[in-house]
């Protein structure tokens, strides 16, 4: 498993198709995921931190898990299948939850919760997206997310969904 830290989200026109970017954190690799536009509005307004008047759904799920007494404790992103990604939520006491990995981030989101890909997911789907000069990339990463960001925009001006085995999203 390896730990990922989200990049960004980007609509794609024509479809208009969100795609969140995850990154591995001691690794090369970006995570494409498409998901659908009121996750990715959950995402995005969380990463911004805005505030919405009233709470959203991942909001409420970490109220009912607060609620509950429970603790969520990792995402984990297990297996894609046809393009489709599977996700688990696992929470202390070692329950496990299925879930979408755009939901099951959203909430990782608003409690910090680690999120992580299964190596096999990552030698599937993970991709390297190349920098302008990848030999001084790999001697010296930039952390900056503007950069990431603007690399990720390159990178989905030459793809599509069709690219990762079907026009699926997780949702």
Known sequence: ??????????VEPPQNQPVLLLREVTGPRYLPIW?????A???ALEQRGVEPP???????????VE???????QVRIVDMQEGTFYAEMVFD???VVQARPSDAIA???RVQAPIVASDDVLDDAGLLIPDEDDSAAAAEESDSSDEAVEAFREFLDQVSPE?????????
């Open 1 to 10: 498993m390896g730990e990922m830290r989200i990049v960004g989200i980007r």
């Open 35 to 39: 998901i659908g536009q009121s996750e």
């Open 41 to 43: 509005a959950s995402i």
């Open 54 to 64: 009233r709470p959203l759904t991942h909001d409420l799920i970490v109220s009912l």
């Open 67 to 73: 609620s509950f007494g429970r603790e969520l404790v």
């Open 93 to 95: 006491g070692d329950v």
């Open 107 to 109: 909430v990782a989101m």
């Open 163 to 171: 690219d990762f085995l079907g026009p699926e999203s997780d949702s």
